[in-house]
């Protein structure tokens, strides 16, 4: 029989079977679409968490007192200060630390902040001006204080547009903090929350200033102390630099008992990397749970029509075809099947690419290889159970294959 | 008609089965559905097989048109050992030299008359096939029903379709089980002048039936009992 009567053939056959066929082409359809929509989702949540990361600033560094020996902190960090002025101006020497582009160290307390017409309670910072550059923050209006301005314990301000906003001042107005009035001289650009805190609500004064009026506490201590590489590259190392800085001011000689503990924002974008491949685990394990029950239902559908259609391949045996003829006929059929489903599924995956971020606000990326991956497996199934059970039956002798049950 | 092998040409016997078993089952449940059976068919002869229910006619049958394998025993199809054919071979010598109409017709169920009897041909070179079919739907009166389905048909005009199907093909030898069996005693007559006028050219046919008259229309009547094989004095 020539390929094209084989097909012409198929196609009846096709035809013939309206249901079965359609049932089919819809199992493939939907295991295909599944997988590029759930694998799709998976991509843009895993970019969007990369992004925000990447949004982190990722050659940052921040020292704490305390160490690690285990996850609770010995001692209890923030109450045994060790970090003192004399570390900070340490690390600012480019001598000693050539890849530390920018120190500040940071003491905080939580303060209610009073406005002319309001008042609003925040965390307040105290810091110097190379909190800024560590930050990764800008100004949106205004400037932020000085070294001078530190060393004069003068009384001025930087709020967060969040806070600017709720206590209603500008650039020029006045707050009171712990009954002291402070100048606001400026005004950061919005950062965008990025996760449990909200950056854009806090108030930053001078470390002299607020260790005499906010925090109290000796004025030579520290709580943090902020640290920026000149890039992401050299990250790794000013960490060994600060390291080895600090363990020589704090006469420390075995780095298992450091008093201080160097944590970064790639330690943090490490963590939700690993965040975010599990989740792309979980998204590729329903897709394949959905190719898998899609695969399910065309192998059911094809092995429900496996005892008519191994009568079906008796007959036209008996009628004169051969095995080759009969393998032909039904690899058409199912490779028609698997191309039309696979072809629909693509189409309603795509589809849906478009949909469901307009209609659920989720947003969906699309990427070639998981759509090549399911349209492979989806067909393959389809074309293995299509054409296995007629591979068998082709054996048989013509009645043995019309007596099938 | 095609040029045939030449052995086939100098023997002229187109079957000889020698010792032919045929065993359904294995110990106490076996079935010597077909038992020791020899018989030679010359070309151009006319055969009545008849014989009780279940006594293994139509599984004779099968395996005279290569649809079935024997357990034991030799099968000659014009000469040549059919247990040394390969499957193209079989396949050959079904759609070329044997036309078969199957107890339960065996229609295929989605497709037309006409498709139904045009599938022989589809596995040959063959041309005008709709028209070819058309012409064998037309010998066995159904050109009224060519579009029908079986579902669509009485049994009677489905077992038609099925003999349309045999001889669609021109083939040199009919092998017919109960051509007749569903058909009234007018249709019955109809089918078997087609029957002897096919023979009166030529082909020989192989048919099973339980009504003696349709067996006094053949040349040579066999009877079958429990899988045996006697020849029948005409009555
Ligand atoms: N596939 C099979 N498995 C087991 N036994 C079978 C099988 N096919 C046929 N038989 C048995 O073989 C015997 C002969 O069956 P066969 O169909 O040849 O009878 P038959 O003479 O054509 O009968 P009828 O006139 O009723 O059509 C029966 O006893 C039947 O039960
Ligand atoms: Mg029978």
Known sequence: ????????????????????????????????????????????????????IAALGTNLLTIS????????????????????MDDVSGLEDRQDAPDVAAVAPVVSGSVTLVSASTNWATTVQGSTPGWLMTEARTLSQGVFFTRQQVAKHAQVVVLGTTTAAELGVTVGSQVSISGAPFDVVGILTASGSTGFTNSDDLAVVPITTAQD???????????????????????????????????????????????FTITSASTLASTAASVTTTLTILLASVAAISLLVGGIGVMN????????????IGLRKALGATPRDLLRQFLIEAATLSFVGGVLGVGAGLLAGILVPRLANIAVTITPTPVVIAVAVAAGVGLIF????AARAARLAPIAALRAE | MAARAAPAEMTAEIIRLVDVSKVYGTGDATVRAVDAVTLSVNEGDFLAVMGPSGSGKSTLMHILGCLDVPTTGEYRFAGEDVSRMDERELASIRNRRIGFVFQQFHLLSSMSAWRNVELPLLYRAARDR???????????????????RPNQLSGGQQQRVAIARALVTDPTMILADEPTGNLDSHASREVLEILTGLNRSGHTIVLITHDPNVAGVAERVVEMSDGRLRARVAA
Request: one cysteine or more.
């Open chain 1, 1 to 52: 029989m020539n390929l094209l009567r084989t097909f012409d053939t198929g196609m009846r056959g096709l035809l013939g079977h309206r249901l079965r066929s359609i049932l089919t082409t819809l199992g493939i359809l939907f295991g295909v679409a599944a997988v590029i929509c759930t694998v799709g989702i998976g991509t843009a949540s895993a970019n969007s968490v990369n992004s925000r």
């Open chain 1, 65 to 84: 007192p305390g160490s690690t020996t285990s996850f609770g902190v010995r001692g209890g960090s923030g109450s045994a200060n060790t970090l003192t």
């Open chain 1, 301 to 312: 559908i094809m092995l429900v029509s496996v005892t008519e259609r191994t009568q079906e």
């Open chain 1, 213 to 259: 009026q906010i925090t109290g506490g000796s004025p030579d201590s520290v709580q943090r102390i902020l640290l920026s590489a000149t890039s992401t590259g050299t990250i790794g190392s000013a960490y060994l630099e600060a390291d080895q800085l600090l363990l020589q001011t704090h006469h420390i000689t075995n780095s298992a008992s450091a008093d």
């Open chain 2, 130 to 148: 709709k028209q070819t079919a058309l012409n064998a739907l037309a010998q066995v009166g159904l050109s009224n029903r060519v579009d029908h």
């Open chain 1, 386 to 389: 299509g054409v296995y059970p």
